[in-house]
Structures are given as structure tokens and as C-alpha cells.
């Protein structure tokens, strides 16, 4: 037998993974690379893989484990189970060498010395040999035990984790990689434990989990222990941090959610239990688990360790760490790291789009979550409460169903491989649901809270995770068209290709298409779905008198300073993650544009919105920004805006004034903008003003003189030329970019535009539906093009072949 069974982390590095296995290896590189750079890692030691295969050996297991292998059938879920149960059995029953046991102790002892303890509290993690590759994670395929206390305990905890080798999903995934079963060896980590019991804990990605996007670290926490994050029994907090504001030393996080934090797992006072679960009070659930302090230093430390793999590797190597914050000391630790094993594996350069195609009128949504992936399925509902030790509960489960469950554990990945899709009660996007759906394709809507209730056995759901981070059940079947295309490079092109976004819910994927920015980000949608509370509401809470209106700003604004305070950092916190997606590409952000029956429709709006005949026409644009009613709102989007640009430093955002009919109505919006400031020219800021009404076209000249560039909205600029409403059904047929007078329009103001050295483009509707109308504005020599995401790719293809239509044009005339 062997008797080189303990090494100590310090002394781990990445070559010995055959020996420690991949966690471990991991964890002693950072351990001797990454702390000098000040990556604070708990101290331990391995156990490894010798200790596993003398195990085996000494109690005569390993042609007895083969043969119970070789006889699953794993297109069957009980002969699985069987097996499973079978093989752990005869571990758990198994009696450690002498040697073996002699050694483990004698580390812990010592390592119990360095904190003056007797016995100290330890975390026991298992590290397969098959484990954190980097293509494929394996992540929680083997059992963790915390806080363990004493020789006794940890011998048995050790055993456990040899066992925990042959749980039914760990054989499950290693068959569906193709990795010898009796070949991977289990190397432990006894680590220090960090008294996350008083702290918190949770897990970090160096990039955004559903889309792939690279520049961005995704925190999840929660106080205490961090098992129920994984578990998905509560809903995390969420940190969302630009890299790039991050290297630069600017304020980095685009993005705060608060999760459902009502219990946390701490150490139990009990000798037969480890851990326990107690309730959170109410105040501790609306705060935030980390400080903005220590979200900027946990994620400095996430990007120096994926910086680190990187370079070991010599190719980008995002990473999936585990962190723990201790109580006693206030101190962050790394727990864990690993290779991220999904979107770091995508090689090709292709993107599928799903557009529904189920009219809005025919669709009945039954519930919304948190989406995990950007896909869509659909089947009959198969609801499990649990998963027993004798099988599956009381009936099968078919391939192509949609699973629904309270959440799930690692123990239901055989059957999460089967199905079309995955609704969960409870969870959030680093769950182990969420995890192993991502792994295996397969759409997932996690945190529905009522799933199980109110969903029945059999129905058919379609799954929607393609429509933004927000996951949408259907009843029924929902047609899609999917769409699939080759990233094709927009270089060369005279006109550059920009993007209308509605929503920073969907930036981070449309950020990855080969567009030059943002045309249009609409802020009205940042308000309405981020802010949700009217600005002059915030600003003058005592005007709203009606209870219900009440309790809902209170609890929207529950842990912030103030109203002002309120809609500034969610307005902020909107624009900045659209600005960091596509940074350092320009984002062309509209001032919000609400009529004022939609502010009414913002929580508290009824109290300061006028009942106009006319929405459309009337106080909207401009004319709110300088009014004395409205002028202290704009005001906070001013702030908003600042923040983003200089405090984050996403210079790359530049503003647009909508519905703006006269020039003096311009020069009174510039200064107040300056008095936020926002003035034109200082911090490269550019300042555009939307063309969609015939004053534009034909003043463009006065215009032109106090702006930086024009962007034609042909929406409002067809309906105001022809004198239409485009929302009535009695005149829709009139309705039409491509009518003379509109070309007109346009013509002449790209000719002016030109003459004045200033920048025009189009973010109107046209382009996106009509080939033919880009072909128009593209022969005018148009600047840029505005499109929906959805039409890119054609957009792209059509200005490709006109602008080499008019090159060959120029060299038959030369």
C-alpha cells in the first residue's frame, strides 16, 4: 500500500490533478500563486487518490464495484438506482487501512494546531480526478460535509465522500461523458472552515451565466452557510460587475438584485447534527448580504483568477468560484474555483434567435420566473414532489416532458436529462437546477414559487427563456420561429449597423452580434420596468394619498435613502448595464419619452398626470424636460445619466432629446442638462435630437447648429407628415415609411445634416421591415442604421449588396 496520502494545499499545483484531482489542484495553485496577489484562501490539506484506491483495496471492492457497473442499464432509471445504492452500501460499510487513517488524523491534528484548537471545525470536499476539467465540471456530483468537528467525525465524512463517488447522478454523468467509471479516482480536501455561519457565502461566474457574456462577473450570495444557494432553497442576492469599469478603477456594479433570503444555514449546538436551519429576521431579509465594498473586492479577486487561468492556459478561461465571507472577522475567502464548462466550450460563431409567432391576443401566461438559457420548450407537465430511495414517485417520467418540481438536487439529473424543459418553485440562477439545465440545453424557469400548485399533471406548457432574464410558462403550444445565422463581419461597410434595445434585460446576448452599438436605448422602458414608481411620486410622497399606492412605493423603495435616491440608482443601474455590453461601442440613450397616460400608469402617476385628448401630441419630449411641473424629475434622469459616465465611466453613452419641436425648446433642455452636468462637448459627451417631426426637417439647419448628430424616427415622422394615427385600424392602410412625402423628408434632412458636418441616422421601424427602404436611405449616404436585433443579419446583407451595387457604379463611371 501507499503511505503518500497527505499533501498539504500549500504544496498542490495544477500538474497534480491525477493525484488530488481537479478541485484540489485548483485550489493549491491559487493557493501558492494568487495569495500574494491578495486572494485570501483557507489553509488545508488533501487526501489523495491513494487513500481512495487503498481503500478499495483493502477491503476487496474494486472487481465487485466493476461488475455492478457493468450491469447497469442506464436508459433505466431504477436499474440506476439500484446500482447507486448498491455500491454505496459496500463503501460505507468498508473499514479504512490503518495507515490511511493514521495519516488523515495526524494532518488534521496539525492543522488544528495552527488555529490553537484541539480539534477545529473543518469543510470535507471531495476532488475526482474527473472533476473541474475544463470540459466538463462535474460540479456537485460528490458530496461536501460542513463544519466537522473531531477525528470520529471526519473519518466518517471522509468515508461518505468515497461513497458519494458512485451517487446515481455522479455515475449518471460520468456514462453521458464517456469517463471510466472504476478509473476516476476521489482525492478529499480538509479545508479550515470560514464561519460563513455568521457571515455569508454564495458563488461567483467571470462571466454572465445565461448569455456568455465575457465582460461581466455575476455574484450570487446569501448570509450563512452557502449550501441553500446550490440547493435552491432561497433566492440569492445578485451582483452584476463590469470588467471593464472594474480594470479602470471606476465604480463597477451595473446591477443589484435583492433575493428572498427568509433562512440561512449556520452551525448547529446539537453533537449529532452539523448544521441547522434557522429563519432570517425581517430588517436582515432587505438588506443586501455583501456591501458595495466587498462586491468590488470579490470581484477584483474573481478577475485576477481568471486572468491567472488564462494565462496558465494561454486561452480565455472563465471560471465558477465558491466564496465565503467569515463573521468573526469580516474577512472574503475563495472556497473553490473552477472552470466555467458551457459557454468557454462554444466554438462556433453562429447565434439562433426565437421569435414568437403566437399572436399577443392568443397567449395565456400561467406563470414567470428567473430564465436559465435563451431557448424555448414545450410538452406535458410531470410534476415530482420528491425523489424516494426506492425510485422515482409514484409514476415515470417520459422523455419530452417539462419537469416541475419544488426545486431539485443533484440526485435528479438523470431524469433533468429527459426532459424538454424545467419549471421550479424555488432557486435562483446559480441553483443546481439552473447549473445542470444550462449544461444540458435544456430551458429552465426556476423561482415560480407556485409551479406545483398551479400547474396540473399532463397539461401542456410551453417554456419561454428567449424572451429577456424574465422566464414565461404558456399554456398550450407556443409557436416559434427559430432562426439560426453565421456571425457575419460587419467591416468594410460605410454604414455602420447599430441596434434599437428596449430592455437591459436582453443587452448582455444582443451585445455579442456583430453590430457597431446602440442606436436607440429607450429609457421609458428602463423607468417602466426597473424603477416602476412615477419620478414626481419619489420626489413628493406626501401628494399620494391612496393606501395601497403607498404601500406599494414603500416596499419597492424599502433600504433606500430616498425617492430621489431610489429612481436615480435603478435608472443608473439600467443604463450602465446597457453601456457595459457594448462599451466602448457608442449607446445612443433616449430621454424618456412617456405620453402622459403612461406615466399614469406608473405606481403613483395619477396624482401628477393631466387626462389629455391627445397623448401623442401633447406633453411629452422636450416640453416635459423644461416645465416647471416636470423639470425636478428630469432632473434625477440628468444624475442617472452623469453617474454612468462619469462615476462609472461609460463615456460611451451620448443622449437624444425626443419629440422636440423647436429649436428654443433645444437650447432651454441644454441648460438644464448643464446644470446636472451634462453639457455637449465636455467628457466627449454628444448630444443628438430625435427627427420625427416635420419641424425637425424643415428647421434642421437651426438644429443642426446646437446638436451633435440627428436620428430620424420614422415611426412619429410618417404619422405627423400624413396626418395619421397609426394605432387606428380605420387608416393603418395609409400608413407607410416609403410614401413620397416621407422620402422627401428624410432626403432633405440628410442633405442639410450633411451640409452642417453633423452625424444622421435612422432608429425608426422602416429599415427593420423593409429592404428596400435601406436600400433608399443607403444610397442618400446615410450615417447609420438603427435595427432590431431580430433583422441585423438581413439588414447587414442588404447594405452589404447595395453599397457594392454603388461602388461598381463608380468604377464603370471612373
Known sequence: MATNYIVPLSSVRLQDIGKVGGKNASLGEMYGNLEQLGVQIPSGFAITIDGYFDFLRFNGLQTTIQHIIDQIDHEDLDSLRRAG?????????????????????????SLSGEFGEQFTDVAVRSSATAEDLPDASFAGQQETFLNVRGPALLMDAVRNCFASLFTDRAISYRNRFNYDQCAVGLSICIQKMVRSDLGAAGVSFSLDTESGFADTILISGAYGLGELIVQGAIAPDEFLVSKQALDRGFYPIVEKKLGQKDKMMVYSERSDERVKIIPIDKLSQHKFCLTDEQVIELAAWVRKIEQYYSSLHKRWTPVDVEWALDGTNNQLYIVQARPETVHSNKKEKTVTTYKRLTKEEELVCLLKGIAVGNNQGAGKVNIFYSMNKHGLDVHEFNEGDVLVTDMTDPDWEPIMKKAAAIITNKGGRTCHAAIVARELGVPAVVGCKIATDLLSQGQEVTVSCCEGETGIVYEGTVDFLEESYSFESIEGLKTQLLLNIASPETCLSYAQLPSMGVGLARQEFIVNNYVKIHPLALLNETVVTDAGTRKQMEELTQGFQ????????????????????????????????????????????????????????????????????????????????????EEMGFTNIK?????????????????????????????????????????????????????????????????????????????????????????????????IAKSKGVKVGICGQGPSDFA???????????????????????????VRQIEAKQSNSLLLHA
Open 772 to 798: 428596400d427602404f435601406s436600400a433608399f436611405l443607403v444610397d442618400l449616404g446615410i450615417d447609420s442604421i438603427s435595427v432590431t436585433p431580430d433583422a441585423l443579419f438581413r439588414t447587414t446583407q442588404t
Open 562 to 645: 430616498s425617492g430621489s435616491d431610489y429612481f436615480v440608482q435603478k435608472l443608473r443601474f439600467g443604463i450602465g448595464k446597457i453601456a457595459c455590453a457594448f462599451y466602448p461601442r457608442p449607446v445612443i440613450l433616449r430621454f424618456s419619452d412617456f405620453k402622459s397616460n403612461e406615466y399614469a400608469n406608473l405606481v403613483g402617476g395619477a396624482n401628477f398626470e393631466p387626462k389629455e385628448e391627445n397623448p401623442m401630441m401633447g406633453w411629452r419630449g422636450a416640453s416635459r424636460y423644461y416645465s416647471s411641473e416636470f423639470r425636478a424629475a428630469f432632473g434625477l434622469e440628468c444624475e442617472a445619466i452623469r453617474f454612468v459616465r
Open 85 to 109: 445504492s448498491q455500491i454505496r452500501l459496500l463503501v460505507n460499510n468498508g473499514r479504512f487501512p490503518k495507515a490511511l487513517s493514521d495519516h488523515i488524523i495526524t494532518a488534521y491534528e
Open 655 to 751: 443622449v437624444m432629446v425626443p419629440f422636440c419641436r423647436t429649436p428654443q425648446e433645444l437650447q432651454k433642455v441644454l441648460e438644464i442638462m448643464k446644470e446636472h452636468g451634462l453639457e455637449r462637448g465636455e467628457k466627449e459627451l454628444e448630444i443628438y435630437v430625435m427627427a420625427e417631426l416635420p419641424s425637425n426637417i424643415w428647421l434642421a439647419e437651426d438644429f443642426a447648429a446646437l446638436i451633435d448628430g440627428f436620428s430620424i424616427g420614422s415611426n412619429d415622422l410618417t404619422q405627423l407628415t400624413l396626418g395619421l394615427d397609426r394605432d387606428s385600424g380605420l387608416v393603418a392602410h395609409l400608413y407607410d415609411e416609403r410614401n413620397p412625402a416621407v422620402k422627401a423628408s428624410i432626403r432633405h434632412l440628410i442633405n
